[in-house]
């Protein structure tokens, strides 16, 4: 009966066998030294020769019968593998199929090769926060809460005196309260927000502003910053003109404009037939701004500049509208 037993055992779990791993455990289990036979035949030594001999016969034609077992198995497990393969069989002679390889938004690759340009006139890359306090964006930039000027920047407030920062320059106050004394370059680099959108200005811009403390600085030598960058981004026979304006954070200030780099200054539809193309604006370094961060405006003097690299960008690339920088069209961003 015990031997009976063993043999419908070993023909349920062979059927069921699923892996090699399998198999092999179950061929210890039946065949093993320890295996179920062996046990069966270590009481034969008792037994009466008829017996002996019975019990031998029976338990070596039980083994050939799991032997039998083992290799069905493994015919059934090798055709499963083969099927497996077929299955999943690659044709080498097919042409391979190309990864989509990414690549640096337009804004970022603008923005990197200005600040590469600044990096070469010892100005040094700094960030500051996006969400500002109203001292750093207003106050300490010459424009009290009563100003003017505040009307067409006091946009996105997050609390009474916390708001989204209108300009990157809360982080020339940061730099130069963070300095013991001058001199110094930065150029401060992010996101701004304004309340302003059209074909050509949008609610969230990029924008790079540049700033240089030191003793005797003077409109010569931003003028000669301004003229460098600009040949290096457009073109090395672009000039530049500064038009007398307004900001209350210089004095005196200027809007710079650069010689049309389409149309060599004779006039297009880009420069709108004037020959110049409006830029970015600048100045002197108002005294009371250089007061608040603790500066002498005695002793010291310094310039600062403002871009915005969407500007620069659609100038460079010919494109006709801001939004399609941030409508993350693949077939727009793949020309970059």
Known sequence: MQLESIRSEAKLKFSKCKSREELEALRVQFLGKKGSLA?????????????RKKLGAEVNSAKSEVEALIEKAKLKLAKKAE?????????????????????LHPITQTANEILEIL?????????????????????????PEDHPAREMQDTFYIA????????????????????????????CFGKVFRHDQDATHS??????????????????????????????LFSQDSTVRLRPSFFPFTEPSAEVDMSCFSCKGKGC??????GWIEILGCGLVHPSVLKTVGVDPEVYSGFA???GIERIAMLRYGIPHIGLFYDNDLRFLKQF
Do not use: W
């Not at 609610?203 to 003793?215: A, G, N, S, T, Y």
């Open 160 to 187: 009474p005196e916390v708001v989204l920062r209108t300009q990157t320059s809360p982080v020339q106050i940061r730099s130069m309260l963070a300095l013991e004394k001058p001199p110094m370059r930065v150029a």
């Open 39 to 51: 046990t069966m035949l270590k009481g034969m030594g008792a037994l009466e020769p008829e017996k």
């Open 119 to 143: 990096s070469h006139l010892g100005f040094d890359p700094v960030r500051g926060p996006e969400i500002e306090h109203d001292f750093y964006n207003f106050e300490a930039l010459n424009v």
């Open 203 to 232: 609610p969230m811009f990029h924008q790079i502003e540049i700033l240089c403390v030191d003793k005797g600085i003077s409109f010569a030598d931003l003028k000669g910053t301004l003229t460098l960058l600009v040949q290096r």
């Open 305 to 307: 500049a403002g871009l």
């Open 269 to 274: 539809r880009l420069c709108k037939d004037t």
């Open 83 to 103: 099927g497996k393969l077929l299955r999943e069989k690659i044709d080498i002679t097919l042409p391979g199929k190309n990864p989509a390889v990414g690549s």
